[in-house]
């Protein structure tokens, strides 16, 4: 397929319906709608249904009902929307459920605004509802990367038999590149049939129950490790990141950032490397599971280390507990739906190198 | 040999149910189990349990089962049918799960026209969490957040759910029966087999009401609270067919006391 000119949004939802998605149940919330409008249209042209649901709480229960008979199910939303969702969430992750979840992230807290933001950090890896469990988390850095990885998202749903979640910050929504479908795309993970979805029973398998009740506490016990050992496997098999910058040698600064922060991030390590100074980048693509090692490699080789987030430092935690050692970090952010400039990121630069750029240490 | 004539429905699982003694869920799952055998669903059809007394109807129903969240099964129930069509999907809810928390998720089912069934059984109270105070407990009825008796200026009055829905002018089936006396059980079946029925004729949403009692949490012996039942609930929540998709006839048609229509 030749590469085609589209908007994040309608990226993200046409890569769902090349990933077999025939089902969407979503609530209008910006800046996110884009996807559903695109998908109320393009749905019935593949036999597929969308349902404007009467609120997030109800798209993601009707989400729960839909994968439940195996079918592959898409909702998007953005920041409170994916708050209201999250109990369903978790009784999604409890009943064993595929389904793929998108968050275009706005920025927080309350109603807050609608411009890019990356502050549902947190919510995304770890808290995002009650009880023990985690959705894998992918977090792209451009529209091209924002389809790849909702179809392997359907993959990695499918696989673990748990929610997937895409997140983006408002800017993956709504600019506009160059994206193209693979016609040869093979699944990602080799999938095996969904005998335990509810389909009506013949008596030809076990009942299938789709269910997150266990009253007994020795099941509920064995359920959440059976749930954990997903959560294991996702840390052993899925980690993703990207590494920029010199291959070899000691780097004067080793900057960590994720998504569209990441591409301001690049640009400024270019113009440093043209200044001499010598900058590598860490961009996770997993948020959860999160790229620990390769942080901890990265940083033996660097002077000093700088996150930058859309938010008031969340991944920076994860980055602390990369280190193990309480090493001091620097810090730059912009919030509300300010965005980090190449040049913020290059004065920070200077600024850490020149001793005037005051650490942060945890613990 | 003799031949057997009354027999446990193919529907209903070979299993001894949790519910207190006199409890009217046994007479209402038998009667959704008799009508799943008799128009030969069974094998396609999905259940969707509620949060409630009622959680742990996928156990006492022989057939695929949603467990949904508190008041969400007519969101779970229009997914599991926009996924597949082809099934026969009904949602088991009680008054609290449906009437309180899942307002937005029963309203909007039913308008949106889910060729999905909903079992709503209203006992006028909150039974597994204790006998707390429910959108259909009577003016002046007892219970453990209102232990002086629901004050109407405080709480409102009973929600009528059956008129509330059949005012929606999308098409459907709405009906409200009882089961406090084996006259008014055989009319509730006969409501659940028509609204089962308009499901599998892919015609429109049903709901049928059914009144019943909670004798733990009224606080009556069993036959008694049939009988508080009829003096108490009766008059406030009317019997009959409030809504079908053929017409606009939404007047209710109490039954009459011999059971005739």
């Excluded at chain 2, 429905?9 to 149910?17: F, I, Y």
């Amino acid at each position: 397929m030749a590469k085609k000119l589209m908007k994040g949004s309608e990226a993200i939802a046409e890569a769902a319906v090349q990933a077999g998605c025939h089902l969407f149940f979503g609530y209008p919330i910006t800046p996110q709608n884009e996807i559903p409008e695109y998908l109320s249209s393009r749905l019935p042209q593949v036999g597929g249904t969308f349902v404007q649901a009467e609120s997030e709480v109800a798209s993601i229960n009707m989400l729960y009902g839909a994968a439940g008979t195996g079918e592959r199910v898409m909702t998007s939303s953005s920041s409170p929307g994916i708050s209201l969702m999250a109990e369903g969430i978790s009784y999604i992750a409890g009943a064993e459920l595929p389904v793929v979840l998108v968050n275009i992230m706005r920025a927080g807290p309350g109603l807050g605004g609608i411009l890019p933001s990356q502050s549902d950090y947190f919510q995304t890896t770890k808290g995002l509802a009650h009880g023990d469990f985690r959705v894998l988390a992918l977090a792209p850095w451009s529209i091209q990367e924002a389809a790849d990885l909702i179809q392997d998202a359907f993959d990695l749903a499918d696989y673990y038999r748990n929610p997937v979640m895409v997140v983006g910050d408002g800017l993956i929504g709504q600019m506009m590149e160059p994206v193209e479908f693979r016609e040869d795309r093979r699944p990602i993970k080799e999938l095996p049939p969904k005998t335990w979805a509810s389909t009506g029973w013949k008596k030809d398998r076990p009942k299938a129950i789709i269910n997150s009740l266990f009253l007994d506490p020795e099941e509920l016990e064995r359920h959440n490790f059976k749930l954990k050992a997903k959560y294991d496997e996702m840390e052993r098999e899925e980690i993703r990141f990207a590494y920029y910058g010199p291959e070899e040698g000691e780097l004067d600064v080793l900057i960590i950032a994720y998504g569209t922060v990441a591409r301001v991030g690049l640009t400024a390590l270019e113009e440093l490397g043209e200044q001499g100074i010598r900058v590598g980048m860490i961009r996770p693509i997993t948020l959860f599971p999160f790229p620990y090692e390769a942080i901890r490699n990265a940083a033996d080789r660097a002077k000093h280390i700088l996150v930058t987030e859309l938010s008031t430092g969340q991944m920076i935690e994860d980055v602390h507990l990369a280190l193990r050692d309480g090493r001091p970090l620097h810090f730059h952010c912009r919030l509300g739906g300010m965005l980090i400039s190449p040049e913020e990121v290059i004065d920070k630069v200077h600024e850490i190198l020149e001793g005037r750029s005051e650490e942060i240490r945890h613990g | 040999m003799a031949e057997p004539v009354f027999i446990r429905p193919e529907s209903l699982s070979d299993v001894s149910t949790h519910y207190c003694p006199g409890c009217t869920h046994g007479i209402f799952h038998r009667l959704v189990a008799e009508v799943l055998d008799e128009l030969g669903l069974r094998e396609r059809t999905v259940g969707v349990a509620p949060v409630g007394c009622s959680v742990l109807a996928y156990n006492y129903f022989d057939c695929d089962f949603h467990e949904a969240a508190h008041g969400r099964a007519p969101a779970v129930a229009t997914g599991i049918k926009r996924a597949r069509p082809d099934l026969i999907v009904f949602s088991y809810q009680g008054d609290g799960d449906l009437a309180s928390i899942g307002m937005a998720e029963i309203v909007h089912c039913a308008n949106r026209g889910e060729k999905v069934t909903v079992v709503f059984i209203n006992n006028a109270i909150y039974g597994m969490t204790g006998g707390q105070m429910a959108p259909t407990t009577m003016p002046g009825q007892v219970a453990t957040t209102c232990q002086m008796g629901r004050d109407v200026e405080l709480a409102g009055y009973p929600i009528r759910m059956a008129e509330l829905i059949s005012t929606l002018k999308t098409p459907a089936f709405i009906a409200r029966a009882s089961g406090h006396t084996p006259l008014h059980a055989v009319n509730a079946k006969e409501m659940l087999r028509r609204a089962f029925r308009y499901q599998a004729e892919g015609r429109c949403f049903s709901m049928v009401e059914l009144l019943s009692t909670c004798p733990t949490n009224w606080g009556m012996p069993p036959a008694e609270a049939m009988k508080w039942l009829e003096k108490n609930m009766l008059p406030y929540y009317p019997l009959g067919v409030f809504k079908t998709p053929d017409g606009g006839d939404r007047a209710p048609h109490p039954i009459q006391p011999d059971g005739r229509d």
